[in-house]
């Protein structure tokens, strides 16, 4: 039994390797295909040796793979009809690559038609292996047009209390942050997230959710983990779940983990009620937080001397001219920095200063970027007083502020921004008596006061102090 589970743990570790071994055939093997095209050249005939080798490595790449894939698919991780596909094409590259040697060697003259076909085969056992790993859409799906995942959010809910529970609310976080290792194609530890069946189901090591009981349940304990933690889950490399999502998900557990009721059919305690309303806040009409009119490019020697200093500048996306910019390269934040801006002021919409010891003095320049609809303030050394420059920013729409000394008397100085949205105010000066007078003066703009908190489990650490003795 001994030999057997070591030969098992072996053989696991071999196909953990064909991540890293199976890019290694694709280089080798295209690189040889490259060279023998340019070596039927008569200036590029010294590339004939150059084939020969590469064609040798890439084969031994290839069959390394092979080997590897095929242990790693006996994990059961993955959808086998795909495996199959994928593994019967990598076996097929790997042959026609070994031939593709032997013709190469013995100068055949048939070894440039073999290279020729093995290119494609390449190319389509590449793809059918990301499709293993990040879904058959992989190629296509950075062109959707769905807001919602493109943003990782969950869509607009109407009424959040007529909305299935299941459908509406739970399926999207499972789909934005678990779907990429536990669905149809791949099922990471046995585990499928995309159907209730398979939910209830679990995975190898049994259930993952208890019904009515979250804190047994294991898809819980594993969120709750460190991050760095190996157990948990997401994985630390892999889009994590917002405060928020794992609140909800923890009360669908709790309340039992249906998949037909309403979110008014189930007991909704009160910290539950005000997130579960934030899911229909942005059903109304939303103004977008980049211009819609068109703008001219920056002045590309501009932009070189924001890059010189380190300042980032990209654009907010495809298609426009509108850029973003952040210091998180700059180690301290000058009024000349800012002077550098002003030369981009009609294509930056979105600044990012956070973490950086700016003071009140830079606001007074950064409120002259009179076109900026984002603005991360959060961590910097501002107060009230530099609050006070950002009334000229008329088209404002999002302000973060988290971690600041900024008090309610400095957020009211905002009042008359028009397009206001959000404010974010978590580790703020703003103490519990003033949230609803800030919430009377700003009924449409969302206060998101952060401190979320979750359940303490029965198996995380406490630290335990002894009674004094007595003398």
């Not at 990429?180 to 049994?206: A, Q, V, Y």
């Not at 420059?389 to 999002?398: A, F, G, K, N, T």
Request: hydrophobic share 40%; aromatic share 8%; glycine share 6%.
């Amino acid at each position: 039994m001994i030999i057997v589970a070591l030969l098992l743990s072996i053989s696991e570790v071999i196909g953990n390797f064909h991540p890293v071994l199976v890019h290694l055939p694709i280089g080798i093997l295209l690189l040889a295909g490259l060279f023998q095209l340019l070596s039927l050249k008569p200036q590029f005939s010294s590339l004939h040796a150059a084939t020969g080798i590469a064609l040798f490595w890439g084969m031994i790449s290839a069959i390394a793979s092979c080997i590897s894939g095929y242990l790693l698919s006996q994990s059961g991780d993955y959808d086998e009809e795909l495996v199959n596909t994928h593994k019967w094409f990598g076996i097929s590259t790997a042959f026609i690559s070994l031939i593709a040697y032997l013709f190469n060697r013995w100068e055949n003259v048939f070894a440039k038609w073999v290279i020729l076909v093995m290119i494609p085969s390449i190319i389509v056992t590449g793809h059918l292996g990301g499709s293993l790993t990040h879904g058959s859409d992989y190629l296509t799906k950075g062109f959707s047009n769905n807001e919602a995942s493109t943003a990782g959010e969950m869509k607009p809910i109407a009424d959040v209390q007529e909305a299935n529970v299941y459908a509406d609310i739970i399926q999207p976080i499972f789909e934005n942050k678990c779907y990429t290792c536990h669905n149809k194609r791949k099922r990471k530890g046995g585990l499928r997230l995309d159907e209730p069946s398979f939910i209830l189901k679990g995975g190898k090591d049994g259930e993952v959710i208890k019904p009515g009981n979250a804190v047994e349940s294991d898809m819980i304990k594993r969120i709750l983990l460190p991050r760095n933690d190996e157990d948990h889950m997401p994985p630390k490399e892999k889009p994590q779940l917002r405060e928020n999502e794992i609140e909800i998900l923890h009360w669908w557990v709790s309340t039992g983990a249906t998949f037909d009721k309403k979110t008014k059919e189930l007991e909704q305690p009160e910290k539950i009620k005000p997130i579960l309303l934030s899911l229909q806040k942005e059903v109304k009409k939303v103004m977008p937080d980049v211009p819609q009119a068109p703008v001219a490019e920056a002045d590309e020697k501009a932009i070189r001397k924001l890059q010189e200093r380190g300042i980032v500048v990209l654009p907010v996306g495809q298609n426009t001219n509108y850029l973003k910019a952040n210091f998180v390269t700059v180690d301290s934040v000058t009024i000349d920095d800012i002077a550098l801006l002003l030369e981009i002021k009609k294509q930056l919409v979105w600044l990012d200063l956070s973490g950086n010891e700016i003071s009140d003095t830079i606001l007074t320049y950064v409120s002259r970027l009179t076109n900026l609809t984002r603005l991360q303030l959060d961590h910097t050394l501002i107060t009230d007083k530099g609050i006070a420059s950002l009334e000229s920013l008329v088209d404002l729409q999002y302000l973060n502020l988290v971690g600041t000394i900024i008090t309610a008397k400095g957020i009211l100085q905002l009042k008359s921004l028009p397009r206001l949205q959000a404010i974010y105010l978590y580790k703020t000066f703003i103490n519990s008596a003033e949230w609803q007078m800030l919430k009377d003066n700003f009924p449409k703009v969302t206060l998101d006061t952060g401190g979320y908190s979750v359940p303490i489990l029965e198996t995380d650490t406490t630290v335990v102090t002894l009674p004094a003795k007595k003398n």
